[in-house]
C-alpha cells in the first residue's frame, strides 16, 4: 500500500522553476520604476523588454514522461514560454504579487486548458485554442474575429503532433494519448478559427498596440501558427515584434511585424490576442 501510494503521488502534476533571481531582479525594477502604472499592455511589453537576451531553448517543458509538470523556465524561453512569462509577471505585478509560486499559478492559468493542470493533453498544444480558451477566461481578449479583413482558416487539418508523435516525448511514451490528441485536433481544425492575412496588416496595423500577444499562421501542413511573439510598437510608432527567436539564439527586438511577415514565404498572417489586466 505504501509503494502504491508513492506510485500514485509521483504522477501528480508538479511545478520546475528555474530563474528565481531573474524575476527578483524584473519585480526590483518594477517597482522602482512603477511599471504598474502604465497601461496593462505597456506593462506586458516592458516586461518582454526586460528578458531581451535571454537564450532561445527550447522542449524546456518536456521533462518527463508520465509527468506534467508546470516548468517555469526564465534563464532559457522559447517563442511560447518568451509571451507567457511576459505576461504572467505582469499579471502578477499589478496583483501586488512577487515570488516564484506566484507566477508558476499565473503561468498555470494560461497553459492549461480551463486553468487545470492535469496530464499532458490538459496542456493547451496550439495557439488558436490558446487564443480561445484565455478569451473565454478574461485573459486576453481574441481581436481576430473582429479585425476588418479576417477571413477563416478552412479545410486545413491541425494535426501535426498526432502525425508525428515520435517528436513528443509523453507522445512516445503514451501511446494512448494519441487518439485523445487526434480528437482534440479535429475539434479545433473543424472550427476553423479566423486569421489576418498578411496583405491586410497594414489596413489594421494601426489597431495593434504594445504587448498584444500574435501567433503566425502557417502554410506548413498540420500547424495552425509556427511562430509567436509581443508586438511593441517603439518610440517613432513602428509596429515591431518583440520575440524568442530560433534563428537569434535569443529574445530579441525584431523588425517591423509586416517586414518580418513578408520575409517568410510560408507565414500567411496572424492572430492576435489583447492582454487583459487580472482582477484583483
Not at 501528480?12 to 533571481?21: D, I, Q, R, S
Not at 511589453?45 to 514522461?65: C, H, M, N
Request: hydrophobic share 35%; proline share 5%.
Amino acid at each position: 500500500m505504501v509503494l502504491l501510494a508513492s506510485l500514485l503521488l509521483a504522477k501528480k502534476p508538479t511545478t520546475l522553476f528555474t530563474g528565481a533571481p531573474i524575476l527578483q531582479k524584473i519585480v526590483a525594477t518594477a517597482r522602482r520604476e512603477k511599471w504598474t502604472e502604465l497601461s496593462f499592455g505597456e506593462l506586458v511589453a516592458k516586461v518582454g523588454l526586460s528578458l531581451q537576451g535571454t537564450p532561445y531553448v527550447g522542449f524546456t517543458l518536456e521533462t518527463d514522461d508520465k509527468v506534467e509538470s508546470c516548468v517555469v523556465k526564465l534563464d532559457g524561453l522559447d517563442c511560447v514560454t518568451f509571451y507567457e512569462s511576459s505576461l504572467g509577471i505582469a499579471r502578477m505585478l499589478m496583483r501586488g504579487k512577487a515570488s516564484s509560486e506566484d507566477l508558476a499559478n499565473e503561468i498555470r492559468q494560461m497553459r492549461y486548458r480551463g486553468g487545470k493542470q492535469t496530464d499532458y493533453l490538459s496542456r493547451i498544444h496550439y495557439t488558436s485554442e490558446w487564443f480561445d480558451d484565455n478569451d473565454r477566461r478574461g485573459i486576453v481578449a481574441n481581436l481576430t474575429p473582429k479585425l476588418p479583413g479576417v477571413e477563416r482558416i478552412k479545410g486545413k487539418p491541425f494535426d501535426f503532433m498526432s502525425s508525428h508523435p515520435k517528436l513528443y516525448r509523453q507522445l512516445r511514451a503514451n501511446p494512448d494519448y494519441v487518439t485523445r490528441l487526434a480528437a482534440m485536433e479535429k475539434a479545433l481544425s473543424d472550427r476553423a478559427p479566423f486569421y489576418l492575412p498578411k496583405l491586410q496588416l497594414p489596413v489594421v496595423e494601426s489597431l495593434l498596440e504594445s504587448g498584444d500577444v500574435i501567433g503566425i499562421t502557417t502554410t506548413k501542413k498540420g500547424l495552425d501558427t509556427s511562430h509567436t511573439a509581443l508586438l511593441y510598437r517603439d518610440e517613432e510608432g513602428c509596429l515591431r515584434i518583440l520575440h524568442a527567436s530560433s534563428t537569434q539564439k535569443k529574445v530579441v527586438l525584431g523588425d517591423r511585424l509586416v517586414t518580418y511577415l513578408n520575409g517568410i514565404d510560408s507565414d500567411t498572417g496572424i492572430i492576435v490576442g489583447r492582454p487583459l489586466p487580472p482582477k484583483r
